[in-house]
Nanobody, 127 residues
């Protein structure tokens, strides 16, 4: 079965750091663009970051730019989201998703362009 599994979420104080992982099974990540999305209670799902299948292009929401870094390790079939300087407004459930409708050199934040979704990992930023 094709699956994505997120891990690494938890509780952290404002200003702290977390690294989220997205591991794939049933398919090879090397051929897919990977996006990170998040959803807070009462809010719409929003795109956070994405990385193209060849790893050469990354995009970030303005709210996380310069604080979050996305990367991929195809040998481990895993994509990471390194988060630093976390703020309370970053509190949400974080989802990773894989899509194969993009070119090798591009990715975006349109949910319907992604085929496979994980179950999410919660991140809570508070004092």
């Amino acid at each position: 079965q094709l699956q994505l599994v997120e891990s690494g979420g938890g509780w952290v104080q404002p200003g702290g750091s977390l690294r989220l992982s997205c591991a794939a099974s049933g398919f090879t990540l090397g051929g897919y663009a990977i996006g990170w999305f998040r959803q807070a209670p009462g809010k719409e799902r929003e795109g956070v970051s994405c990385i193209s299948s060849n790893g050469g292009n990354t995009n970030y929401a303005e709210s996380v730019k310069e604080r979050f870094t996305i990367s991929r390790d195809n040998a481990k079939n895993t994509v990471y989201l390194q988060m630093k300087s976390l703020k309370p407004e970053d509190t949400a459930i974080y989802y990773c998703a894989g899509g194969k409708t993009y070119t090798d050199t591009y990715c975006g934040a349109t949910p319907r362009r992604y085929d496979y979704w994980g179950q999410g990992t919660p991140v809570t930023v508070s004092s």
